[in-house]
């Protein structure tokens, strides 16, 4: 039994078990030993949570991929930390917590980087053995998630075909208890680019997961989304595609299940990211909502990377927003929403950004992060984990750290205005993002052309009287002026920018467009 359910279980058949309420919180952690921690995933451990994260580390004068084992308290202290050298670290749901045994997928670059590999780490003696699945010098996998399935365990992910002209190709495979015999293995697709992004294991056993494919032809989205379902000896069962979303690789479909089996899943349909809902049986959308973006005044684009369902039924989503606000320039920033399952409600939304810690090449005042799982503590509080990145001048190269964020199960952490959007986490600061800005008028009735645009920029409207600003990504103003025949933008380098309209002291919401 997983000891991260058993205590899910306990929890909820002994709620007058006091368990010591952890307060909220985002810190950044000091891992001694190693640098540039990259991607970071959590699972709970009795009264702590253990992560683990890939590093580089040091060996002497030479720099080695590693792989960190922490144990995090519930308050993010850190406890201990264990590096595995020479692993090179896997994205994804890679890791389950067996006993007194974590299970953790690798890839050993080392000796070959065409296997699976399963790295068994004892957390009582702090120390790992690695074993070799699937070595096949045509095949060259990358692994990409770990379930267990009764007394066997499921590895998923993709490989590329090196005997038919580079193809790659989804895989499944079903191993016994011991990693000793492979029982079984499916291959999914037979276009160029295809991955299986995430997988879960129903409550009758069946296999359900997330699948892109790149289409080969005009026509239809180029990476679009599929949730498959097979039973646990192959057979499909049941197949859902979206005719309009796009997942852009299938690392990005994250998917989920609740109580009931039924699927929650992420895709693009541009330029919105959209949360959808289907019943168990692949057959129906129970709901299909969208993150926000309608009153935002210039860009707001998501990517998410992490579903996962709360104790009370709630849908939690987790990722990277990138955004543009009058206050904060662009940047990469750290989001996560609370949804109720049952009609697809945002209950709230919160955005962690962090202003830069060393002088930076690029004068940004913000630091990129990219959050990367979220966990349920047992008295309701989310715990996340990401990484803040950098490019800096003092240290010559890219800084990248890696940040805890605690907050309650009604959006707020200690010491900051809750009514408010963004939380700065290392400067204390509360910021609006959508809840001062929906004064912003709708576009109805107005467009512009061409879109891209090489030289003259139109406005299509039956007003007059418009003022405009032209913005870069950085929210930089290229441009402005009265409009009056046309927009010249033949001098703007190549890129994206937003056009910001105006008329009678009225701001309306901005337009995106590309420079060619």
Request: glycine share 8%; aromatic share 10%.
């Amino acid at each position: 039994m997983i000891k991260y359910f058993v205590l899910y279980v306990i929890y909820g058949l002994l709620p007058f078990v006091i368990i010591a309420q952890p307060a909220t919180f985002g810190k950044i952690l000091n891992l001694e030993g190693s640098y540039q921690g990259v991607g970071s995933y959590m699972l709970l451990e009795n009264e702590n949570v253990l992560m683990h994260s890939g590093h580089f580390c040091r060996d002497g004068t030479e720099t080695i991929d590693c792989i960190g084992i922490s144990e995090i308290d519930f308050n993010g202290n850190l406890q201990s930390t264990t590096y595995i050298t020479n692993q090179n670290f896997l994205f994804g749901s890679i890791g389950l917590l067996e006993e007194d045994t974590l299970l953790l997928l690798t890839r050993d670059d080392v000796n070959t980087s065409h296997n699976i590999t399963i790295a068994n780490f004892d957390l009582n003696a702090k120390t790992f053995q690695a074993e070799k699945l699937s070595i096949d010098n045509n095949k060259r996998y990358l692994s990409e998630g770990i379930q267990q399935l009764n007394n066997s365990y499921i590895i998923h992910g993709h490989y590329d075909d090196l005997t038919s002209g580079g193809r790659i190709k989804g895989f499944v495979k079903r191993f016994n208890q011991d990693f000793s015999e492979e029982i079984s293995s499916w291959t999914f697709g037979q276009n160029e680019i295809l991955s299986i992004g995430d997988l879960r294991v129903s409550n009758n056993q069946d296999l359900v997961f997330s699948f892109s494919e790149r289409k080969v032809g005009a026509g239809g989205p180029e990476h679009p989304v599929k949730i498959i379902k097979i039973d646990s000896i192959g057979q499909v069962l049941k197949e859902y595609k979206l005719e309009k979303g796009d997942a852009r690789t299938g690392t990005l479909i994250n998917i989920e299940l609740d109580n009931q089996d039924d699927v929650y899943f992420n895709y693009d349909d541009v330029p919105f990211h959209k949360i959808t809902k289907l019943n168990a049986n692949l057959d129906s959308v129970l709901w299909d909502i969208r993150l926000p973006t309608e009153y935002y005044p210039l860009d707001l684009g998501y990517t998410v990377s992490e579903l996962m369902i709360a104790q009370n039924g709630d849908l939690v989503v987790t990722g990277s927003v990138n955004y543009i606000h009058e206050e904060i320039t662009r940047v990469n920033s750290t989001f996560v929403t609370r949804i109720d399952s049952a009609n697809g409600n945002i209950k709230w939304l919160k955005i962690f950004t962090h202003e830069v810690t060393e002088p930076n090449l690029f004068g940004l005042s913000y630091a990129d992060s990219y959050v990367h799982d979220v966990i349920e503590l047992p008295n309701g509080n989310l715990l996340g984990v990401g990484q803040l990145t950098q490019a800096t001048i003092e240290l010559n190269g890219i800084l990248q750290e890696i940040f805890l964020y605690s907050i309650s199960a009604d959006g707020c952490i200690d010491g900051f205005d809750c009514n408010k959007d963004v939380y700065v986490l290392n400067a204390g600061e509360s910021v609006d993002i959508f809840t001062n800005t929906q004064d912003l008028l709708p576009l109805d009735g107005i467009s512009i052309y061409p879109n891209p645009v090489q030289d003259n920029l139109y406005l299509e409207s039956t007003e007059q009287g418009w003022h405009y600003q032209i913005l870069n990504l950085q929210g930089q103003q290229m441009l402005q002026g009265e409009y009056q025949n046309n927009i010249e933008v033949d001098q703007l380098p190549s890129g994206i920018y937003f056009l910001q309209l105006s008329r009678e002291n009225e701001l309306y919401k901005a337009i995106k467009f590309v420079k060619e």
